[in-house]
Nanobody, 127 residues
């Protein structure tokens, strides 16, 4: 019953920034691991970042090498929303960005099997 809606995509110049939002309804995102994925034309879908918790207040976050140091994932439980702050954007970041939710499991398994998906938001990085 969880529904996810992405927003915040658009056209941005190289070196610019965007903040993507993933708003959830129907259930609390705190019960799930939430990941941000992207798929560029002609490429496979890529997991960029994953965030989860240990069932309490401690959060775990991971990043793909391609975005580490530039992207930051965060959550606002009160708003039931997960964000992806993207800085120093590059043309290679151009893709459709998706958020997804899956089981909160061991670190090695989180954000591998995702059960709920948004429809995506397009990010275009170009001058």
């Amino acid at each position: 019953q969880l529904q996810l809606v992405e927003s915040g995509g658009g056209l941005v110049q190289p070196g610019g920034s965007l903040r993507l939002s993933c708003a959830a309804s129907g259930a609390s995102m705190d019960y799930y691991a939430v990941g941000w994925f992207r798929q560029a034309p002609g490429k496979e879908r890529e997991l960029m970042s994953c965030i989860s918790s240990n069932g309490g207040s401690i959060n775990y976050a991971s990043y793909a090498d391609s975005v580490k140091g530039r992207f930051t994932i965060s959550r606002d439980n009160a708003q039931n929303t997960v964000y992806l702050q993207m800085n120093n954007l590059k043309p290679d970041d151009t893709a459709v960005y998706y958020c997804a939710a899956g089981p909160r499991t061991k670190l090695q398994a989180m954000c591998v099997r995702m059960d709920y998906w948004g429809k995506g938001t397009l990010v275009t990085v170009s001058s």
